[in-house]
Each structure stands twice: as C-alpha cells, then as structure tokens.
C-alpha cells in the first residue's frame, strides 16, 4: 500500500509539474498579446518595434516577407496612421519548447473603409515567439492573412 502511495504521489507530482509548465507558456503568451495590443492600440510603434527580435520575419498576407524591426515598425505606423484601432488577438492553439512558443489564433481589428465608415475585420495569425539569452521572450516570426 505504501509503495502504491508513492507511487500515485509521484505521478500527481509529474502531471502538476506538466500543467504548471503549459500554464506558464499560456500566461507568456496572454502576457506577450496583451503588450502587443496596448502598443498597438495606443499608437506606440516604437514600444511595439522592441517586441521583435532584430532580425524578425513578418508576413502582412500579401505575399511579402518583410525583415528587421525597421520593416515592421513602417508598416504598423501605416497601420497606425490609417487609423486602425482595437486590436485584439484570440489564441486558438500553442506548442512550446524551452526555447520557442508558437502561437496559432486569430486577430480582429477595426478601421475605415474609403467612406470614412467604421469598419471591423480580421483573420489568422502565426507567431513564434523565442527566448533570448537574457530570458525575455521577442517575436522571431509574424504571420497573418485577412478574411472578409
């Protein structure tokens, strides 16, 4: 009986230790979302620019791949300029490793079309985010398309 209790404790034990883990990459993630929409939504590209590593990758959807922070952060200012407002992202799946999260999920958003009337869309997003050496967590990877 002893030995059939220890052995439950430590299977409790190993599967506590595995949900703690995915919790933990889940509230990096919920964390890494929420930084990345209130930069966006208030404007601040450069705050938004310091989220990707220097030598990220971003595809808009329109079959370009942009490259490097300066990229990124021209586009977002159009984006930002053309006044798109209220994003928001919605994760749908994660896989992780110590070193590397990758977010599936989708994004809304809302803006104006040529008339000047508010509109809403959205799409898929792809994100890997990577650890770096000091252990802060930047975005390597950014994809997304838009649906209508």
């Known amino acids: 009986m002893k030995k059939f209790l220890v052995f439950m404790f430590s299977m409790f034990s190993v599967q506590f230790s595995v949900m703690a883990e995915e919790l933990s990459v889940k509230n990096q993630i919920e964390f890494a979302n929420g930084q990345w929409n209130k930069a966006f939504n208030a404007g601040d590209v450069d705050s938004l620019k310091q989220l990707y590593k220097n030598d990220a990758t971003l595809s808009p959807g329109n079959g370009a791949i942009l490259k ?4 990124v952060a021209q586009l977002f200012q159009s984006f930002v300029d053309n006044g798109v407002t209220n994003h ?12 590397q999260i990758t977010q599936v999920g989708y994004w809304h958003a809302d803006g104006k079309d040529s008339n000047g009337e508010k509109i809403s869309f959205g799409g898929v997003l792809s994100l890997v985010l990577v650890k770096t050496e000091d252990g802060s967590w930047l ?4 994809i997304w398309n838009m649906q209508p």
């Open 88 to 99: 928001q992202i919605e994760t749908d799946a994660i896989y992780s490793t110590d070193d």
């Open 68 to 71: 490097g922070r300066d990229a």
């Open 139 to 142: 975005i390597q990877s950014h």
